[in-house]
């Protein structure tokens, strides 16, 4: 019984040892995302620029220009505003990048942004929760390929498309020694160049972007959830209904 004591604190010994390890690698907590689904000027915001940043190297293949109608857009407000190339606003939304481009400058084909809201959710949190945190989290980093690295996803192959925006800014740490070795815990940022937008601005905008990319995983989400409320309101009643048919009806036969 010692032996299995010993052995199973020597196994949680090595787990918090990775953890910790990991934390100092960069692992960060994710943010909470802001709730922008029912927003319908965030949402808009949030496919101009999803138009404008994203789709430069991203796809949205399963995703139609016109179902942006769903937002309150009308279809000339797409084809004036959304519309760069000679798509037509039945068509899906494609990435203008050519994929041997992209395997040659980034080592594969970026992903297909879709449903990439809902395929990110993990221990830390949500999908969404995770993109506000990769996209807020960026840093100049000389020893990269891209000059960029971030707390989110460490060795990140993605260049910080948006740091015109937000400007450059470097994490600062604190070394602390937890369970025997010495870490280096995330504490906060320091602005280096300002971006054309304030942090508060770039947060706001940020969460807009990753509002729309949530409701693109799922743009029926908002009729599902409206509908569902019926149903249930109409199975509460109906049950209430049948129970007092029953005990009438039980009523006579005893």
Not at 188 to 210: H, I, K
């Amino acid at each position: 019984m010692k032996k299995i004591l010993l052995a199973i604190a020597a196994t949680l010994t090595l787990v918090l040892s990775a953890t910790t390890a990991l934390a100092s690698e960069g692992g960060i907590a994710w943010d909470k995302a802001p709730y922008k689904n029912n927003d319908m000027p965030a949402l808009q915001n949030g496919a101009k620029l999803f138009v404008n940043y994203c789709m430069n190297c991203h796809s949205a293949a399963y995703m139609r220009y016109n179902r942006l109608q769903d937002l309150g857009l009308t279809e000339q407000q797409i084809k004036d505003n959304l519309l760069f190339t000679t798509q037509k606003v039945g068509e899906t939304m494609k990435a203008a990048i050519d994929p041997k481009q992209a395997k040659e400058w980034f080592g594969g084909n970026p992903p297909d942004l879709t449903v990439i809201a809902r395929s990110r959710s993990g221990a830390g949190g949500s999908g969404a929760d995770y993109l506000y945190t990769y996209l807020r989290t960026y840093y100049r980093d000389a020893s990269k390929a891209t000059g960029w690295n971030n707390l989110a996803y460490p060795n990140v192959a993605m260049p910080h498309v948006l740091w015109e925006l937000q400007g450059e800014r470097r994490p600062l740490f604190e070394e602390k020694e937890e369970h025997g070795h010495e870490v280096k815990v995330f504490k906060g940022w320091e602005q280096v160049t300002l971006g054309s937008m304030t942090p508060l601005q770039y947060d706001t905008a940020v969460a807009d972007l990753v509002g729309y990319l949530q409701w693109m995983g799922e743009p029926a989400q908002g009729t599902r959830v409206r509908v569902g409320v019926w149903v249930l309101l109409f199975l509460g009643i109906f049950t209430l209904i049948a129970w007092r048919l029953n005990a009438s009806f039980w009523r006579d036969v005893k």
